[in-house]
């Protein structure tokens, strides 16, 4: 352990969720996603949802509604490559807030350049996609590595959970924002105020990096050498590979991973999937919609210092566990939902907010503990890559049984057995074995 304690160095830190966050819900969760769809659609000469001719992307077919969610799969796979190679040469850095920071300035520029994306050039939205959210994906690796150098142990339950909240503040109060100034706009100016609220992340995403970037104190040990970082230097797809044969040294680690692969999926699910669900099965209008995301940041920031809370008294992996219990409540309350009744999609957006922070935020804490010393940029990044390689199960799953069942909600139902199984797994992990093995000392509550 490097830090004990470094508060200063910990409210810097938390500045980075309040920076990147912006980007998630402003870019790739609202605005981005509908607005790129639209500008491939003038591409292909689409007139009311109907296109005379696909889009050719490097030789291939592509239809203009399906352009942004293959932009994201392709970015996806990049990743799983990328990160343990981003992670692996961090953890010969000590100076990993730097590093963090230029990946956050090259995504916070191509947010930023987004702006000009108009008219029928999908062509830039896409390359500024793909380099944003691969620069998003370096810097949090390093981000979550930072967090066992300023944190002690017992710190990082709080820690986390802090950052998840200053993460939802950030990003919820631009989105508020820009959701007002784009439904506010006349109808002429609508892709104008789109611009500009992408324009807003971007600008926002890169000057408070600042805050974290001369905050963050470098590491008491001197970097690593250009000679020993060279052996690293073998591919990617290389370092993901030796990691996980790694792992088999670290079985409560492994089985961490494992749960979390799946109830995380269920999680991105709930996420990617409950606009949808909300508009086509509860034929809920755009006000309904926009309330209901607002309702979710903002609650969200109560539930992650709340859970935070309650780890400190019960511990990270209990609360955890009992948090898949409540996702598994919350989704079949989600299928009771009447239709036409924005209340009680309110109340369920609402649960979701609340217990969405502390399960994100107590994984990322829980995990540092099970990794090992010295190596947790790289572990960290295995956790990012495998997150992304495996995120798509849970929307193939619930697009699959839409398509034989012709409703969302029996789609949703099957979203429990991502927690089912997450939870049955999570509970096999012996967390105090885990650290041991790790070589990190134990908290006092686990």
Not at 118 to 135: D, E, F, P, R, Y
Not at 375 to 384: G, V
Request: hydrophobic share 50%.
């Amino acid at each position: 352990m490097i830090f004990k304690t470094d508060s200063r160095s910990q409210r810097a830190w938390y500045f980075y969720d309040w920076a990147n966050s912006a980007y998630v819900t402003t870019v790739t969760t609202v605005l981005f996603g509908p607005y790129l769809t639209s500008v491939a659609q003038k591409s292909a000469g689409c007139v009311d949802d109907v296109c005379s001719t696909n889009l050719d992307v490097l030789g291939l077919s592509v239809a203009p509604g399906s352009l942004f969610f293959y932009l994201i799969t392709f970015t996806t796979l990049i990743s799983a490559f990328l990160l343990p190679l981003v992670g692996a040469y961090a953890d010969l850095r000590h100076d990993k807030q730097k590093l963090m920071a230029r990946f956050a300035w090259i995504g916070a520029l191509a947010a930023s350049l987004m702006f000009f994306v108009s008219g029928t050039n999908w062509q830039l939205g896409s390359v500024l996609l793909i380099v944003g959210n691969l620069a998003l994906g370096g810097s949090l690796v390093v981000y979550d590595a930072i967090l066992c150098d300023i944190a002690a142990p017992d710190e990082r339950d709080r820690v986390s959970s802090r950052g998840w909240a200053f993460g939802y503040v950030g990003g919820g109060l631009l989105l508020i924002v820009n959701l007002g100034m784009y439904l506010g706009a006349p109808a002429d100016f609508t892709e104008l105020a789109i611009r500009i609220s992408l324009l807003s992340a971007g600008l926002w995403w890169g000057l408070w990096t600042l805050i974290p970037y001369r905050g963050i104190a470098n590491t008491a040990e001197k970097p690593h050498s250009e000679i020993e970082f060279g052996k690293l230097v073998q591919g990617s797809f290389g370092q993901l590979a030796r990691t996980l044969r790694e792992l088999a040294q670290y079985p409560q680690t492994r089985m961490f991973l494992l749960a979390y692969l799946f109830f995380n999926d269920g999680v991105q699910t709930v996420i990617a999937s409950a606009s949808v669900y909300g508009s086509e099965e509860l034929k809920l209008g755009q006000t309904a919609m926009v309330g209901a995301i607002v309702i979710v940041q903002i609650v969200a920031i109560f539930g992650a210092l709340f859970t935070g809370r309650l780890a400190a008294k019960i511990g990270a992996y209990r609360t955890v566990l009992n948090s898949l219990i409540v996702w598994t409540v919350v989704i079949v309350a989600g299928y009771f939902v009447p239709s036409g009744k924005a209340t009680f999609f309110y109340l369920l957006a609402a649960a979701i907010g609340f217990i969405l922070g502390g399960t994100q935020a107590l994984s990322r804490s829980l995990f540092s503990q099970l990794v090992p010393r010295d190596r947790e940029a790289e572990y960290f990044a295995l956790y990012q890559a495998c997150e992304r390689g495996t995120s798509w199960l849970g929307t193939l799953a619930f697009g699959l049984v839409y398509q034989l069942s012709g409703s969302y909600r029996p789609a949703i139902l099957v979203l429990i057995v991502f927690f089912l199984v997450g939870g049955l797994l999570l509970r096999k992990v012996d967390v105090r074995t885990g650290i041991a093995d790790a070589g990190n000392a134990q908290p006092a509550v686990a």
